[in-house]
Structure formats: structure tokens, C-alpha cells
């Protein structure tokens, strides 16, 4: 009986909640009436009425695996921008299970370089350094989107420092490729997009870029939809878990999402967010709907957030590639982008959108 109570019941019930919740087939389920689901149709409403003055492409909150609201065009095909590094840390976790990549190992065991060399204690920056921001390697990245001002090169030791820098991303992506023998998009289609059924996936879009005579490693960009990023999120909400198979083991799912750079003191999510594994993190201290929350955040508008506490994932994309008319006669184009404030304030209302709150 104790063995019973110890180890096979805790395996069944394991079991039967994981075939209770609701995934998505082909298509996304919907919450016909979001008072079933404890949200306020008029507030929802509020919402849809906010993010149509926002240059918001598509936006998609999933409820227990249900739509609970849907906005824009969200089959659309568009680069995640820097949520790309999340969906690496994801791709990470089967090779680093598997003892194909060794977090420990340096960049000069793996003998990484760039142009111009690096320096001695750059070298001694291991893989876990780069993909928690804290290498110490401020050499050029290929591509924009480096902190505006970096420490002298040298300065720091690996570990020692967090600066969101491009350099430790496209190496870890470069990394990745070089120790599993895989390219990272194939990585992508086979390991995530095929067996959660991404609708709109598209191997021939996946393509990387940079300058590279800057730096001899190119980012690795990704075009998802913001559907198929939902499902993203929700992997991530089940802990690496679809539908009974465990595509992203369980313990690295929770690690990827765990604080490593603390929130910046004075702030608080959804206003402000610390450093995990390639994830932001909301303070462990966070009570409330944002409570254990985490997100991957791309520049102009590229959002997955995860809500554990209240069983949500939210996608949210703008389409910088396509530009708004600024003109009366709809010429020109202008830069479209919804910052971190408009974001947070999507946030707010979707929170605020629980009856009785």
C-alpha cells in the first residue's frame, strides 16, 4: 500500500491531469462566452477597443487552452524579432538532456572566435554565460539590438556582469548547430513546429542575417505567426509537455524561466521583468495574476507572455516589414512599433477583464 500511495498514484494523477487539459489540434478551440471562463465581455471589449490604437498586427489570449480573445490578422507570417532566443532556450533543452551540449564548457574549449580574436577572459566564458546574458563578451554583434552603451571589453568577468547583448545570443545560436550537428531551423520544424501543429510554419521563410564583417556569427531569425507563437506559450505553460509527450523535458522548461538577473529594483511586472535563459522574468515575488509570469520579448511589438497563475498564454505581434501610410493620400510609410508601456498596458486590461476583479 505505501508503494502504491508513494510512487503509482502520484504517476496515475500525473497522468490523467495532463490528458485533462484542453490542446489544440489543427485548429484553436474557442470560448464561445468568456463568462464561462470568468471574463467580462464588456471589458474584453475595452481591450479590443485599446490595441485598434495600437500598431498592433494580431493579438491572441488562450485561456486552458482555448481562445479567449483573438484580434488582427493571426495567421500572418512575421519575424520575432529577440523572441527568437526564447524559442532557442526551448530547442536547448533535449541536447543539454542528452549530453550533447555541456552547459560548463567554455568558448575556448568549444574554440568560438569572432574577428580580431577574443580575449583571454572572454574565452573563459562558458555556454550557461551566454545564454543567461552574462558572458562578458562585448565584441560587435552581426546584427543591431546590443545594449546602447557597453563596458569596456575586458572589464568584466564571464558571470560576473548582465548585459543584453546580440554577441552571446548568435554565438550560443552558432553553439547549438556545432554540437548537435543540426541547423537550428530544422531543429525548429522538428522538434517544436511539427509536433504541436504550428498552422502556418513555413521552412522555406527561416532565414538568418547580419553583417558579417562585423561578426562572423549571424542571428538566427524566426517568422512565426501569432497563432502558432500561442502555441509556443503554451507548450511553455505545460512545461514542455503536448498532449502527453514531453517535447521540452520538464525541469529544463522550469530552469529556462527561472531568475538569474534579478528585476531591476523599483519595478515590477508587468512593468518590469528579470533574466532567466533567454526568458524574462517576472520577481519571484510578484503576487497576483502576474505571479510566476514570464516572457519572450522581440523590438517593435513581438510579445509571448505566459500567466501560469491564471492558465494564459498571450501572442502578440506588430509587422515592422509592413509600415503604416502616414500620408493623407496614403503615401509614405512610418515606423510601427508597440512599446513596452502599450504592452503592459495590454496586460493591465486583460487582467482587469476577470469578473469580479
Not at 100 to 112: A, F, M, P, Y
Amino acid at each position: 500500500m505505501g508503494f502504491w500511495v508513494r510512487f503509482v498514484w502520484p504517476l496515475l494523477l500525473a497522468s490523467a491531469l495532463c490528458w485533462a487539459q484542453v490542446y489544440p489540434g489543427r485548429q484553436w478551440e474557442r470560448i464561445a462566452d468568456p463568462a464561462s471562463a470568468g471574463y467580462s465581455s464588456r471589458r474584453l471589449e475595452s481591450l479590443r477597443s485599446y490595441v485598434q490604437t495600437l500598431d498592433t498586427t494580431a493579438l491572441m489570449v488562450v485561456v486552458g487552452g482555448k481562445v479567449l480573445f483573438e484580434q488582427g490578422d493571426v495567421a500572418r507570417l512575421s519575424y520575432l524579432a529577440s523572441a527568437r532566443k526564447s524559442v532557442l532556450a526551448m530547442l536547448y533543452g533535449n541536447y543539454v538532456a542528452a549530453g550533447k551540449i555541456d552547459l560548463s564548457k567554455t568558448i575556448k574549449d568549444l574554440g568560438v572566435t569572432d574577428h580580431g580574436g577574443l580575449l583571454p577572459v572572454e574565452q573563459q566564458a562558458t555556454i550557461e554565460h551566454l545564454i543567461t546574458a552574462r558572458s562578458g563578451v562585448y565584441h560587435d554583434a552581426s546584427n543591431a539590438g546590443d545594449a546602447p552603451v557597453k563596458p569596456a571589453r575586458g572589464s568584466k568577468k564571464p558571470g560576473e556582469f548582465f548585459l543584453y547583448n546580440n554577441w552571446d545570443f548568435n554565438a550560443a545560436g552558432a553553439i547549438f548547430e556545432k554540437l548537435t550537428g543540426r541547423d537550428i531551423y530544422d531543429a525548429l520544424e522538428s522538434d517544436l513546429a511539427r509536433p504541436v501543429e504550428m498552422q502556418d510554419f513555413d521552412r522555406t521563410r527561416q532565414r538568418k542575417s547580419g553583417d558579417l564583417d562585423k561578426s562572423v556569427h549571424p542571428a538566427y531569425h524566426m517568422w512565426l505567426s501569432t497563432r502558432d507563437m500561442a502555441r509556443i506559450g503554451y507548450l511553455m505553460l505545460r512545461e514542455g509537455n503536448w498532449a502527453g509527450k514531453q517535447l521540452v523535458p520538464r525541469e529544463w522548461a522550469r530552469r529556462i524561466v527561472s531568475i538569474v538577473s534579478p528585476v531591476p529594483a523599483g519595478t515590477a511586472a508587468p512593468y518590469g521583468w528579470g533574466y532567466g535563459y533567454m526568458w524574462w522574468v517576472a520577481d519571484p515575488e510578484t503576487r497576483g495574476p502576474f505571479a510566476g509570469a514570464y516572457t519572450a520579448r522581440g523590438a517593435v511589438g513581438q510579445f509571448i507572455t505566459v500567466l501560469p497563475s491564471l492558465d494564459m498564454v498571450i501572442a502578440h505581434k506588430t509587422d515592422p516589414q509592413g509600415g503604416q501610410a502616414n500620408g493623407p493620400d496614403g503615401a509614405g510609410r512610418r515606423a510601427i512599433q508597440v512599446n513596452n508601456e502599450e504592452y503592459s498596458a495590454i496586460l493591465a486590461l486583460i487582467a482587469a477583464a476577470r469578473r469580479g476583479r
